[in-house]
C-alpha cells in the first residue's frame, strides 16, 4: 500500500508567504481605493461649497444699496466693505482674506443713518472673530478684484478708478458721508487664488435708483 505524502515545513511557509504577499497587494489595491474616493469626495465637497459662497457674493453685489451714511463699496486690498439691502433694512458685510481663509461677516440690519454709519465705521476695527464672521474657504493664498469702467478692467485700489463726489443728502458732520467717493463700476471681477488655481468670477453691478 502507497503512505500518502503530506506537505513538508518548508512548503507550508512557502505558501504562507505567497498568501500574505497577496493579502498586502489586496489591502494595497482596498486602501487606494479608498483614498481615491475619499479625495474625490472632498473634491467634490469643496466645489459645492465654493459655489453656494460664490451664490452668496452675487447675492451682496445684486443688493448694494448706496446711503448718504457710508459708501456702497469699498476695497482696501484685504477687504471688500459694502452695504446691501436685506430684511429688516440695511447692513454692513465685509469679505476678507485673513490667515489663509476667506471671511465673510454681516452687520445687523439698521433703518437709521446713525446706526449704519456706526456699523460701517465699526467694520473697520475689526480684528476677526466677531460676531457675524463665518469662515467659507480654506486654503486661500490671497485675492483680487478688478473693476469694469470705460469698456475696461482696471485694479480695484487704482487711482484711475476714483471719481470722487460726496454722495446726495450728505449731512453735515457726518464723517462717513464727508468722504469722497467712487462711482459704483459697471462690473466686478474677482480672482481667488487657490490651491487648485484661480477662480475668476465677473459679476454686472446693478445700477442704483
Do not use: C
Not at 445684486?62 to 471688500?80: I, N, W
Not at 465699526?122 to 478684484?145: F, I, N, P, R, T
Not at 485700489?157 to 476714483?162: A, I, L, M, Y
Not at 446726495?168 to 459697471?186: C, Q, V
Request: no cysteine.
Amino acid at each position: 500500500m502507497r503512505t500518502q505524502r503530506g506537505f513538508t515545513l518548508i512548503e507550508l511557509l512557502v505558501a504562507l508567504t505567497v498568501m500574505a504577499v497577496l493579502a498586502g497587494l489586496s489591502w494595497t489595491g482596498v486602501d487606494s481605493l479608498i483614498r481615491s474616493r475619499e479625495a474625490t469626495q472632498a473634491a467634490l465637497d469643496r466645489s459645492v461649497r465654493l459655489a453656494t459662497v460664490m451664490t452668496q457674493w452675487e447675492q451682496d453685489f445684486a443688493a448694494l444699496h448706496e446711503t448718504a451714511s457710508a459708501p456702497a463699496l469699498q476695497f482696501d486690498g484685504r477687504t471688500l466693505r459694502l452695504t446691501r439691502t436685506g430684511d429688516g433694512g440695511v447692513r454692513v458685510v465685509t469679505w476678507t482674506v485673513r490667515d489663509a481663509a476667506w471671511y465673510r461677516w454681516a452687520g445687523p440690519a439698521v433703518q437709521r443713518q446713525g446706526e449704519l454709519q456706526q456699523s460701517w465705521l465699526g467694520s473697520q476695527q475689526h480684528q476677526g472673530g466677531e460676531a457675524g464672521e463665518l469662515k467659507l474657504v480654506d486654503g486661500v493664498a490671497g485675492w483680487q478684484l478688478y473693476y469694469y469702467r470705460g469698456n475696461a478692467w482696471t485694479n480695484a485700489q487704482s487711482s484711475g478708478n476714483q471719481q470722487a463726489r460726496p454722495p446726495t443728502g450728505a449731512a453735515s458732520g457726518n464723517a462717513a458721508a464727508l468722504e469722497e467717493r467712487e462711482d459704483l463700476p459697471d462690473g466686478i471681477r474677482l480672482v481667488l487664488a487657490l490651491p487648485a488655481g484661480p477662480l475668476t468670477r465677473d459679476i454686472i453691478v446693478p445700477p442704483q435708483p
